[in-house]
Nanobody
Framework: QVQLAESGGGLVQTGNSLRLSCAAS????????MVWFRQAPGKEREFVAG????????YKTDIVKGRFTLSRNNAKNTLFLQMNNLKPEDTAVYYC????????????????WGQGTQVTVSS
């Protein structure tokens, strides 16, 4: 079992920044890919970005558009998502997820999820 805990969400104005964190605990040995999804009210959960244990990154370009950057601290089993130039359409609950095997952009592929952190961007 892997436990995930997100933090860093909040209420910001358009154009501002937030840095989300996801800390993993439990059976974290062996390394794994970590990803971010988000879910806005009335919408499906969608892939935002992910980072492999080895450091490769995957971004959903139509969402990120050069505004978001991933980093991770493998020693602390923590993934970060730096979000700049936030827009109202970024308002959502942001979830961290992990799975064994290579990361995908499909939510149902992930057995382990955090509780989510709310990001609200006002216009």
């Amino acid at each position: 079992q892997v436990q995930l805990a997100e933090s860093g969400g909040g209420l910001v104005q358009t154009g501002n920044s937030l840095r989300l964190s996801c800390a993993a605990s439990g059976r974290t040995s062996g390394g794994y890919d970590m990803v971010w999804f988000r879910q806005a009210p009335g919408k499906e959960r969608e892939f935002v970005a992910g980072m492999a244990w080895g450091g490769s990154r995957m971004y959903k370009t139509d969402i990120v558009k050069g505004r978001f950057t991933l980093s991770r601290n493998n020693a602390k089993n923590t993934l970060f998502l730096q979000m700049n130039n936030l827009k109202p359409e970024d308002t959502a609950v942001y979830y961290c997820a992990v799975r064994t095997g290579a990361m995908t952009q499909t939510a149902r592929d992930y057995p382990y999820w955090g509780q989510g952190t709310q990001v609200t961007v006002s216009s």
